[in-house]
């Protein structure tokens, strides 16, 4: 089992950034793919940004630029850089894990961004 604690969502200003954390605990293992989704309200969950094992990322096209994403093996945490926020940009971010045919995620942070 995996448990994921995702954190630094909060309030900000159009144009301002935020880091997200994601710790994960339980049976980890470091080549698990890591990644980020968000849900606006009255929209799907999309994805954000995924990080694997060695490092390799894919984002979402809008996206590309302004987050990045980034894992720190050694405390089984996934991190979510994110400048230039736009209104837009407000939902509930999600961290997931996978491993193998199984899939695990937190229980989300809002971000709101205020114009």
Do not use: H
């Amino acid at each position: 089992q995996v448990q994921l604690v995702e954190s630094g969502g909060g309030l900000v200003q159009a144009g301002g950034s935020l880091r997200l954390s994601c710790a994960a605990s339980g049976t980890i293992f470091s080549t698990d793919a890591m990644g980020w989704y968000r849900q606006a309200p009255g929209k799907q969950r999309e994805l954000v940004a995924r990080i694997t094992s060695g490092g390799s990322t894919n984002y979402a096209d809008s996206l590309k630029g302004r987050f990045t994403i980034s894992r720190d093996n050694a405390k089984n945490t996934v991190y979510l850089q994110m400048n230039s926020l736009k209104p837009e940009d407000t939902a509930v971010y999600y961290c997931k894990v996978v491993q193998g045919f199984k899939a695990y995620w937190g229980q989300g942070t809002q971000v709101t961004v205020s114009s």
